[in-house]
């Protein structure tokens, strides 16, 4: 059974940083994508960030651009997402997803977590 466990969220000051992990387990988590997505009270989710299996490729939300940093980690199946100089149009529920990159940027995923509250205050 895929599972995917988010943590790391939290209330920061405008201009602060988080860092989010995803765990990820019941599923061969190197030969998948990974990303993160968001999403704020009474909006549509977001794509943010996605990175591939071998962590060689990434892609970024145009809002989120040279502020967040995807990353993984293979040998211990987790994903995370540095987030510098937050924003309060930051604040929302981020989530992590496995699937396919591109399919990944259209917020389609294979499977879903429960999300993490991001708080940004100004």
């Known amino acids: 059974q895929v599972r995917l466990v988010e943590s790391g969220g939290g209330l920061v000051q405008a201009g602060g940083s988080l860092r989010l992990s995803c765990a990820a387990s019941g599923f061969t988590f190197n030969t998948y994508a990974m990303g993160w997505f968001r999403q704020a009270p009474g909006k549509e989710r977001e794509f943010v960030a996605t990175i591939s299996w071998s962590g060689g490729s990434t892609e970024y939300a145009d809002s989120v651009k040279g502020r967040f940093t995807i990353e993984r980690d293979n040998r211990k199946k987790m994903v995370y997402l540095q987030m510098n100089s937050l924003k309060p149009e930051d604040t929302a529920v981020y989530s992590c997803?496995?699937?396919?990159?591109?399919?990944?940027?259209?917020?389609?995923?294979?499977?879903w977590g429960q999300g993490t509250q991001v708080t940004v205050s100004s």
């Open positions: 997803a496995t699937g396919t990159m591109n399919l990944l940027i259209s917020l389609v995923a294979h499977a």
